[in-house]
Every structure is written in structure tokens, then in C-alpha cells.
């Protein structure tokens, strides 16, 4: 059986997605592109990219009763391989401690011509 899991505070679905699903104890949040739901405006640069990401996902999270000290696996999806190292400062600061499993991986485009955006699977 599975739940859905949706935040008013995280970007909609731009396509026919959840933003999240519970199943099996398990929490999958969709990728998250780097938009504030309360302007649509994508922020500028990969350090403020993956903050507004990280934080979406944060966001959903919470709408599950979770934290991101929670998630076990992160995939962060990247324009450019070259962006890894900026992103990574900002990904530090929400993963301190028992940081996930993390895949990251350059892609040849991202929708909205985002620069990042970043999945995660969280355990309850």
C-alpha cells in the first residue's frame, strides 16, 4: 500500500508525479528543482540552487513526520560536473552526521534549465 505525501510549501508536480510516496516504511521524494513555491521563481547560482532543493525536500519531508537526518539516499542530479564542488559545500550543511548514500551525476540538461536538483529516499 502506498501514500502520498504533498507540500504546499515544496514546487507542484510540473508533470504527472508525486511529490512524494510512503510505502513499505520508505519515504521517495521526487526530484526537487530549485523553486520556492511561494514565488515560482528559481533561485540563481548552484549554491542557492541546491539550498532552495535541499530545503523543498526538507519541506516534504516534514510532511511525512521526517527529518533529514531520515533520508538514507540522495541522488543529485547536476548540469555540469563542474558545479559538484559548489554544490557540495551547501549539501554539507544539511547532512553534519550519518550523512545518506549519495549518487551524483552530470546530466546533458535539467527541466526549467535548473542546474541542480536532487531526489531522496528517507526510512521512517
Not at 34 to 56: C, F, H, K, W, Y
Amino acid at each position: 500500500m502506498k501514500e502520498v505525501i504533498s507540500s504546499k510549501k515544496a514546487p507542484g508536480a510540473i508533470g504527472p508525479y508525486s511529490q512524494g510516496i510512503v510505502a513499505g516504511g520508505l519515504v521517495f521524494v521526487s526530484g526537487q528543482l530549485p523553486i520556492d513555491a511561494a514565488t515560482g521563481v528559481m533561485a540563481e547560482g548552484i549554491e542557492e540552487q541546491t539550498r532552495q532543493s535541499l530545503t523543498n525536500i526538507q519541506y516534504i519531508l516534514v510532511e511525512a513526520g521526517l527529518m533529514m537526518k531520515d533520508v538514507v539516499k540522495t541522488t543529485v542530479f547536476l548540469a555540469d560536473m563542474s558545479l559538484f564542488g559548489d554544490m557540495n559545500k551547501v549539501y554539507a550543511t544539511f547532512f553534519e552526521t550519518d550523512c545518506p548514500a549519495r549518487s551524483a551525476v552530470a546530466v546533458k540538461a535539467l527541466p526549467k534549465d535548473a542546474l541542480v536538483e536532487i531526489e531522496c529516499i528517507a526510512a521512517r
